[in-house]
């Protein structure tokens, strides 16, 4: 048995769920054996893969990043920029958001890829290389709350994610669209993985910057559309979606 088949059946207990692989074992092996005495094909011991946590009712998703990137890019649609800049949020959805609007990617650890209307370059949220006021479309999407706790390598600073909302504060043009989401509910810091912001004050972070409109995930999934920040305050953990604009003249 080589090195793969090792790696892959130790993960197969380990992720996503540890030690609960082990009840979904016997399944496994029984339609093993069952699919090779009624297949042709070549079916080795030492080429399975098993994947113990993929039989459910429903298609799992993760509501936070399912919606931002839907909300991101219903958003994208009906502005039509020429040109956006995204700031480390989830490549799969700076990917498909490329196909239809020219996109640079902007993250503490470069994305080599190569892709057709997306470009790559090293930054840091806290030091953006682009020009004040220079830049109509802005996204930040589950990022902010991450920045000054060490978590992606950065260094740990108490008001890192203060520094960057100035930073997207600056690089926005007058009239400028920033579309930003982080964690909404009881305020806390839970070191070192991220901050969760009291949904109505996180414009407050943004005084240059006027809400346009706020939809939320909640605590159960659910997407609320449209709707008042203060009303989620009592959420642990949610998803809030902010739509900002820079006043002119500032």
Not at 33 to 38: D, E, M, Q, S
Not at 59 to 86: K, N
Not at 127 to 150: M, R, T, Y
């Amino acid at each position: 048995m080589g090195r793969d088949f090792l790696i892959r059946w130790v993960l197969a207990f380990l992720s996503p769920k540890p030690v609960i692989g082990f009840f979904h074992l016997p399944r496994f092996l029984r339609e093993y054996r069952a699919y090779r005495r009624v297949s042709s094909e070549v079916v080795r011991f030492e080429d399975t893969y098993p994947c113990l946590f993929d039989r459910t009712a429903k298609t799992p998703f993760d509501p936070h990043y399912f919606y931002q990137g839907a909300w991101l890019a219903r958003r994208l649609a009906e502005a039509r920029p020429e040109l956006h800049v995204d700031i480390g949020s989830s490549v799969l959805t700076i990917g498909v958001t490329s196909a239809a609007t020219r996109t640079v990617f902007v993250d503490y650890r470069p994305l080599h890829v190569t892709l057709s209307g997306l470009d790559s370059v090293a930054g840091s949220i806290t030091q953006l290389p682009f020009a004040d006021g220079s830049l109509a479309s802005l996204s930040c999407l589950h990022v902010i709350e991450h920045i000054g706790l060490g978590r992606y390598g950065d260094p740990l600073d108490v008001e890192g994610g203060i520094k960057a909302a100035r930073e997207l504060m600056r690089v926005l043009e007058p009239g400028g669209k920033l579309y930003l989401s982080l964690p909404v509910g009881r305020p806390r810091v839970c070191f070192n993985a991220h901050r969760v912001h009291d949904p109505a004050a996180v414009a407050d972070i943004f005084p240059e910057l006027r809400l346009m409109s706020f939809c939320c995930v909640d605590d159960q999934g659910y997407f609320h559309i449209e709707s008042d920040p203060a009303a989620f305050r009592m959420l642990d953990y949610g998803c809030g979606m902010y739509c900002f604009e820079k006043s002119v003249g500032t």
